[in-house]
């Protein structure tokens, strides 16, 4: 498999749950994003790794947001105490260190969430 | 003001119009760009990227103008299958990091 792949693809939780997702990005790429889209909006940056380490995060990713990447391969989200807004497809997205000309990313195919 | 703005559409046309979008950034520092492709439900995918100098592939344009800070895409010949959203996406900074736009919505029709 040479794609980003996320898991589960589908979540449904109760509100106040914890959730945890999980993304493997293609395996030479050292850079991994997460990112959270709405209906109607376009994907919003969450946090960003290169290899192990935690780069960047966005004001988005609250208290309850926590993300990972141990040995800087695999990466998880977890959400704790979910809330209805957390709904929303998590999106998972890798790309290669050196900036390749012209190059974006490859996403993997989300995670949908749904707080009832 | 957003980073990324776009015209969300839906923009509703028949099968072999011409169709073209726009898009706005507002960081200057802003150093690559790109159209993405969304389907309903689906990930976002690479359409192409965009160049000072314009360029092509196949049906599609892309150009970008920095002094301007807009981006374009048009579309020629639109077929049924070219029905999605189209993203904006402009990268900032050493992380590589995308920004998108709130995507425009195509609707080919026959």
């Known amino acids: 498999d040479t794609g980003v792949s996320q898991d589960p693809r589908h979540k449904i939780t109760k509100r106040g749950q914890n959730v945890t997702f999980r993304c493997d990005p293609i395996s030479e790429h050292n850079r991994l994003y997460w990112y959270r889209q709405t209906l109607g909006q376009g994907p919003e940056f969450l946090t960003y790794f290169q290899n192990e380490a935690q780069l960047e995060k966005s004001r988005l990713l609250s208290d309850r947001f926590s993300a990972e990447r141990p040995k800087g391969s695999f990466s998880t989200l977890e959400i704790q105490r979910t809330e209805q807004g957390d709904s929303a497809m998590y999106l998972c997205?890798?790309?290669?260190?050196?900036?390749?000309?012209?190059?974006?990313?490859?996403f993997g195919s989300g995670t949908r969430l749904t707080v009832v | 003001r957003k980073e990324v703005e776009q015209d969300p559409g839906p923009f509703n046309v028949p099968e072999g119009a011409t169709v073209a979008f726009n898009c706005t950034y507002s960081n200057s520092a802003s150093q690559s760009f790109f159209w993405y492709r969304q389907d309903c439900r689906k990930e976002p995918k690479l359409l192409m990227s965009?160049?000072?100098s314009g360029n092509e592939d196949g049906r599609f344009t892309a150009q970008l103008n920095r002094a301007s800070q807009y981006i374009s895409l048009l579309i020629r010949d639109s077929k049924l299958s070219d029905s999605a959203t189209y993203l904006c996406v402009v990268s900032t900074g050493g992380g590589n990091k995308l920004t998108f736009g709130t995507g425009t919505q195509l609707k080919v029709e026959l």
């Open positions: 965009v160049y000072s």
């Open positions: 997205a890798s790309s290669p260190t050196v900036r390749v000309e012209g190059y974006g990313y490859t």
